[in-house]
């Protein structure tokens, strides 16, 4: 006789997929600059806002950027499930995250300030060090780190 309340469980996997792949000559990111070269042509001459994560491995090389966010023209929703995901099936132990201003200008907005902080708080959780936050503008960045801000 079957139970007429059971219910179906999906059995899953869960894989990443490679959509494309870049060529970084520096192999490391030293500096918040060398992140700045490797990511300014992802974000410079967007017109909406966009959030990457950069996945590292203990030697501050990349191991993939995913695109997280796309939002518009001065706002990016993001929730940290959604940058630690690329993370943790990376098996990174660091990241970096970077996002465009479309103005042009790249100092941090309140927002991102605090959208910085919950992340690195989420980090500590899961053992992924976040290590810096970068915003592109025209020619120019931020880095919070540089400055900071974390």
Do not use: W
């Not at 017109?47 to 996945?55: A, G, I, N």
């Not at 941090?108 to 970068?134: F, W, Y």
């Amino acid at each position: 006789m079957e139970n007429k309340h059971a219910k179906r469980v999906d059995i899953v996997s869960i894989k990443m997929v490679r959509e494309g792949s870049t060529k970084y000559e520096n192999r490391k990111i030293e500096t918040p600059f060398d992140a700045y070269v490797l990511l300014k042509n992802f974000l410079e001459d967007s017109d909406r806002e966009k959030l990457l994560v950069v996945c590292l491995d203990t030697k501050n090389q990349p191991i993939n950027i995913c695109t997280v966010s796309v939002g518009t023209l001065n706002s990016s929703l993001v929730h940290p499930r959604e940058i630690f995901k690329t993370a943790i099936l990376s098996n990174s132990n660091q990241i970096m995250l970077a996002h465009n201003h479309p103005s042009g200008i790249s100092a941090p907005s309140n927002e991102d300030k605090a959208m910085t902080n919950r992340i690195k708080d989420a980090g500590v959780i899961l053992g992924i060090e976040l290590i810096d936050h970068i915003i592109i503008g025209s020619n120019e960045y931020f880095s919070f780190k540089e400055n900071r801000l974390m």
